[in-house]
């Protein structure tokens, strides 16, 4: 299995993470925060599954370019894999003629922009030798984490969440749990904050991770630009033994 946070910043191997998107084995993207703005439209076009989280901006705002990027009349159209409450809110506040042109139903010469998978908490998918298996998690909008298995390891991707449980319950019980990739927002002095949006600050950062029963490297993703070194020092003074910040454009194997 092979996973890269896509990078999202055009600074030269920057560290900051301003959108949210994986690519895993090539193939497939998980949200589409910044796979539109990704390399050369004909590497994006090796993407054909998209699955989405959640609806807010920072998962999905590259989601029409890149559509529009990789469309080709003579091609299979991408599937974007959702909840049906995430399909919903896509078809009304972005494609919907206004924001941007509706891809859901255009479709030149019979040959559509996307086509929608329906994704149901704890009811696999099975995506070009990949099981992805989405467990909602506690955000201020419907979101899914996944629990990501290939026969030879598991990594899990919990998305945007506070704390929460049944996500860590499963982690727990994976065959072969090799990583985990997990935000963490907000420094510490801004709980309050992360309490309300329901995101995770480096101490909740910290209580999460002790929910997970087996050992697994640790990636801290999602970190707040503006508090970018504050958040990794406090990550750092946790002194968690398997625990690195994600690097952006690199390629992890597992």
Excluded at 27 to 48: C, M, W, Y
Aim: hydrophobic content about 45%; charged content about 20%.
């Amino acid at each position: 299995m092979r996973i890269s946070l896509v990078p999202s910043s055009t600074s030269a191997e920057s560290p900051l993470q301003f959108l949210t998107s994986y690519i895993l084995n090539d193939t497939i993207a998980l949200d589409a925060g910044s796979i539109g703005f990704f390399r050369a439209p004909r590497e994006q076009a090796r993407v054909k599954h998209v699955l989405i989280t959640h609806t807010h901006m920072d998962h999905v705002a590259s989601l029409p370019i890149f559509l529009e990027n990789v469309f080709s009349q003579g091609s299979e159209c991408v599937t974007i894999h959702a909840s049906e409450a995430v399909q919903e809110t896509l078809k009304r506040d972005l494609f919907n003629n206004f924001l941007w042109p509706d891809f859901v139903n255009l479709a030149p010469n019979g040959v559509p922009f996307l086509k929608f998978s329906t994704l149901k908490p704890g009811v696999p998918v099975e995506l070009d030798g990949l099981k992805f298996t989405p467990i909602p998690v506690d955000h201020v909008v419907p979101t899914l984490g996944f629990l990501i298995e290939d026969g030879n390891a598991s990594v899990l991707i919990p998305s945007d969440t506070g704390p929460t449980e049944e996500i860590w319950q499963r982690a727990s019980k994976a065959a072969n749990l090799k990583a985990v990739f997990l935000e963490a927002c907000f420094p510490n002095a801004m709980a309050g904050l992360a309490q309300i949006s329901k995101h995770l600050t480096p101490s909740m950062f910290l209580g999460e991770v002790k929910k997970l029963k087996v050992p697994a490297a640790l990636f801290a993703v999602h970190i707040k630009p503006l508090f970018h070194d504050k958040i990794v020092q406090e990550l750092h003074e946790l002194g968690l033994e398997k625990l690195s910040i994600a690097r952006m454009g690199f390629d992890y194997v597992f």
